[in-house]
């Protein structure tokens, strides 16, 4: 158990539709950060939060938008859903950011139909 | 630009026989290189670091700035070695990830 909370753990959702994931990082930990992995794209870097503030933006569509809240917890909301956006999203934490390891949560299964 | 690449996506061993997983990556600054590991979809756990230099599960990984490499290797594979193996690179805050390599190790 790394300590990272995902939730929800599977969501099946139909095209058009708009989800939220949420992420509790590990005790300590100020940054998190997420990834959508997929069969055909592999692991791709989303977004990165530190301590409340957008650190670094990666692939992430504009459909999709990230926020992390005071008490550091993350969510990932995802809206116009299309059937290729049905992968595995992680979330991970750090405690800072720089030369701390990462730790990922087990992920959140979205299946778009 | 930061680029990790795995040109392997499949490596196929007998139980016994060495491993290694080819890391090659693209980076301006100094590097700093992880191995990660997934079974079976699950979450990925930190296999080693090259700053750590510290031999996992029996695998080992070693930093070639001359070569922009980082492979991995364990001298003798185990089924339990079976996984998906992600090699990262730290480029800022986030890590970039390759796109794997499928080790599957049969007796």
């Known amino acids: 158990d790394s300590g990272v909370t995902q939730t929800p753990k599977h969501l099946i959702t139909a095209t058009g539709q708009r989800v939220t994931l949420r992420c509790s990082p590990r005790s300590g930990d100020l940054s998190v950060y997420w990834y959508q992995q997929s069969l055909d794209q592999g692991l791709q870097f989303l977004i990165h939060y530190y301590n409340g503030e957008e650190r670094a933006k990666g692939n992430i569509l504009e459909r999709f938008s990230a926020q992390q809240f005071p008490d550091l917890h993350s969510e990932l909301n995802l809206s116009s859903l299309e059937l290729g956006d049905s992968a595995l999203y992680f979330c991970a934490s750090s405690v800072t950011g720089y030369g701390n390891t990462i730790y990922f949560g087990e992920g959140s299964w979205l299946t778009v139909v | 630009a930061q680029r990790v690449t795995q040109p392997e996506k499949l490596l196929s061993v007998f139980k016994g026989a060495p491993v290694e997983l080819k890391c090659n990556y693209s980076?301006?600054?100094?590097?700093?290189l992880f191995w990660y590991v997934q079974y079976s979809r699950q979450r990925l756990q930190l296999l080693l670091r090259?700053?750590s230099r510290e031999s996992i599960k029996g695998f080992t990984a070693d930093l070639n700035k001359g070569e922009t490499s980082f492979h991995l290797k364990k001298p003798f594979a185990q089924e339990e070695d079976s996984a998906m193996y992600y090699c990262a690179l730290q480029a800022g805050t986030a890590l970039i990830f390759g796109k794997g390599t499928t080790l599957s190790v049969s007796s």
């Open positions: 090259h700053i």
């Open positions: 980076y301006s600054g100094s590097p700093e």
